[in-house]
């Protein structure tokens, strides 16, 4: 039950694009295609933003795309905007009905 | 709306107890897995605990496993967290969390415990 790796922090412009990364291993990500990824504000709950590996829930901008590559999985931002900001966690299903997050990414828009 | 609230979260003592509930309305609570997910704050998620729509698969972190139980009462559309002998390093905030395609998708606001003495 260890933890995914991600960044600790990812930035970029207004506009520009942003990719932030969630390693597992073969026994989360690399062995189901149960990737999710959520965006939190401070003091709030987090949301949603990609189930799947790769699709957005209804209201998410088009902008946050999600994609995985072995024992890594992906989640693009594209055309930053500064409401983007926050604190981002990607999860995984484990097997046996468990779920695993990961450590969070702090996206700042510059 | 859907909606999940906490509650129950509070200060206690080391070596003490606290039950968590966390009322759903706006879904059909009886068809989801739900779970626990804790979080200290400035610091990551972290999954808790978690049971199927009926209560008979119940999955738990090897951190709380044999001091939380979790429960639900259908009827009542409530999750339970039982947390006994809490430790300092238990203190975080308690998110109640639906189950959704492998992973989770509503999320309570979360109720904060405090274990200090």
């Known amino acids: 039950q260890s933890a995914l790796t991600q960044p600790p922090s990812a930035s970029g412009s207004p506009g520009q694009s942003v990719t932030i990364s969630c390693t597992g291993t073969?026994?989360?990500?690399?062995?189901?295609?149960?990737v999710s990824w959520y965006q939190q504000d401070p003091g709030k709950a987090p949301k949603l933003m990609i189930y799947?590996?790769?699709t957005r829930p209804s209201g998410v901008p088009d902008r946050f795309s999600g994609s995985k590559s072995g024992n890594t999985a992906s989640l693009t931002v594209s055309g930053l905007q500064a409401e983007d900001e926050g604190d981002y966690y990607c999860s995984s299903y484990a097997g046996t009905n468990t779920l695993v997050f990961g450590g969070g990414t702090k996206l700042t828009v510059l | 709306e859907v909606q999940l609230v906490e509650s129950g979260g509070g200060l206690v003592q080391p070596g003490g107890s606290l039950r968590l509930s966390c009322a759903a309305s706006g879904f059909t609570f009886s068809s989801n897995w739900m779970h626990w997910v804790r979080q200290v704050p400035g610091k990551g998620l972290v999954w808790v605990s978690g049971l199927n729509s009926d209560g008979s698969t119940i999955k738990y972190a090897d951190s709380v496993k044999g001091r939380f139980t979790i429960s639900r009462d259908n009827a009542k559309n409530t999750l339970y967290l039982q947390m006994n002998s809490l430790r300092v390093e238990d203190t975080a905030v308690y998110f109640c969390?639906?189950?959704?395609?492998?992973?989770?998708?509503?999320w309570g606001q979360g109720t904060s415990v405090t274990v200090s003495s």
């Open positions: 799947e590996v790769s």
């Open positions: 073969s026994s989360d990500v690399g062995g189901y295609n149960y």
């Open positions: 969390v639906r189950g959704f395609k492998g992973g989770t998708d509503v």
